[in-house]
């Protein structure tokens, strides 16, 4: 049984224009049976914050290859990516290395 | 589970894992270790010797953000001096931005900024002009092809203008990797026997050019930025979704999923490939019209322009492309 987490989710790079431009949110997840991970805060970003083209964000359950995620300022791939287990005021960032064009990046 | 400790300081936490030697650092150390590597780079290579006045390709993007910080750091222990260039490709909304991004990077790092544009350039064609000329075409990535020969022509005359000696611009292991892909699957046997080396020395009285970030992959440069706090514009330009590259942009990344070590392995490739003698292309002479390095009677650039002087852009792309096509 999970209580409500309080968690600053964050997107850069390019990704935050699939969310109307805002790239800070101050986030309430609900207190849930599940644990809050990673995982299951992408569903819930898919469904209460992406306003368009969800596969330039996701692919399956998880980030489209090319989007970085840091948790607390460091890579998921050190904290366990899709299993990390949210805590109280985690910040996540989620940064996009795809755009602009070849020359001019 | 928490992150490791930081394999070099041994007292911040970990914040990565570096893809090439699977070292846990943290964001210091890191920022360090690149700055270094890019050190490396430059002078093992001895791309940007003492006194050189190097003019950098900015755009206001991820990848000339990092190169001109990183470089304005070494600049003193390289003994070099730094000059931004920034080109004005004349496409509305987009540009602007960017540039504003520029001027606002070379204010915060108190380095001279020059702007070129196309349209001052070029007679009068922007690349919206040449969009919106070659839209009929039935093929509108060729927008975009136009882009990078005129680009390239663009900041070497921004580099005279400052009084350059040398021109770097910002390309990471990625898009070394993509234009691998993109010159075998378009079977450009010439550019792929230039293309492999870490600089090209000048041919044809252009300005010698390098890509310190070569080594860097696309990965470590955005997290570099990100740690370093530095502003940089991330809007996808208005014809990039046309381009050809993102194709090949779209198989590297399914190939690095696989097997994450591909993005350099193909950049390593390419400097080793040889061509079969019959490949080989001839040597180039001079441009008619400008005296710049020319495999055909015009270079590509006067090509391209002369097209769309005359109506008929596609001049320069389409039949006979093998070698002819470029950027996108």
């Not at chain 2, 006194?51 to 003994?79: C, M, N, Q, W, Y």
């Not at chain 2, 892909?181 to 600089?199: E, P, T």
């Not at chain 2, 779209?250 to 993005?263: C, D, F, G, M, Q």
């Not at chain 2, 193909?266 to 001839?282: C, G, I």
Request: aromatic share 6%.
């Amino acid at each position: 049984m999970a209580a409500p987490l309080s968690v600053e989710v964050e997107f850069g790079g390019g990704a935050e224009l699939l969310f109307d431009g805002v790239k800070k949110h101050q986030v309430t997840l609900p207190g849930q049976k599940e644990p809050w991970d990673i995982r299951n805060l992408l569903v819930w970003i898919k469904k209460n914050l992406l306003k368009e083209r969800p596969e330039l964000f996701m692919q399956g359950d998880s980030v489209r290859p090319g989007i970085l995620v840091l948790i607390n300022d460091a890579d998921w791939e050190l904290l366990g990516e899709l299993d990390y287990q949210l805590q109280d005021q985690d910040s996540v960032l989620f940064i996009s290395t795809l755009h602009g064009h070849q020359m001019g990046s | 589970m928490p992150a490791p400790q930081c394999a070099s300081c041994h007292k911040a936490r970990a914040a990565l894992r570096r893809p090439r030697s699977g070292q846990a650092l943290c964001g210091t150390c890191f920022c360090a270790a690149f700055e270094a590597e890019v050190l490396h780079t430059v002078v093992a290579g001895r791309l940007l010797p003492p006194g050189a006045v190097v003019a950098v390709g900015a755009s206001g993007g991820k990848d000339s953000t990092v190169l001109a910080h990183v470089l304005r750091e070494l600049a003193p222990r390289l003994g070099i001096s730094l000059q931004l260039v920034a080109v004005d490709e004349g496409i509305g909304g987009y540009r602007d931005a960017a540039l504003a991004a520029v001027r606002r990077q070379a204010a915060r790092w108190e380095l001279p900024l020059t702007v070129v544009a196309y349209e001052d350039l070029f007679g009068g064609w922007t690349m919206d002009a040449v969009a919106r000329s070659t839209a009929g075409s039935g093929r509108s990535r060729s927008c975009c092809t136009f882009c990078g020969v005129l680009r390239r022509r663009a900041l070497e005359e921004g580099a005279r203008l400052v009084g350059a000696t040398h021109v770097v611009t910002g390309h990471n292991a990625d898009d070394m990797a993509e234009t691998v892909l993109m010159n075998f699957l378009r079977g450009d046997a010439g550019r792929l026997a230039r293309g492999g080396g870490l600089g090209s020395p000048g041919e044809g009285g252009a300005l010698p050019r390098c890509r310190p970030l070569q080594l860097a992959s696309q990965k470590e440069v955005v997290l570099y930025a990100h740690f370093r706090r530095l502003d940089y514009f991330s809007e996808e330009c208005v014809y990039a979704p046309e381009a050809f590259r993102g194709h090949a942009r779209h198989l590297l990344k399914l190939l690095e999923a696989a097997r994450p070590s591909a993005v350099l392995d193909l950049v390593h490739s390419a400097e080793r490939l040889a061509l079969a003698p019959a490949a080989r292309p001839p040597p180039p002479g001079a441009c008619s019209r400008c005296g710049a390095l020319a495999s055909r009677a015009l270079c590509q650039a006067c090509a391209l322009l002369d097209g769309l002087d005359r109506g008929r852009p596609r001049l320069a792309i389409g039949k006979g492309r093998r070698g002819r096509d470029e950027g996108g």
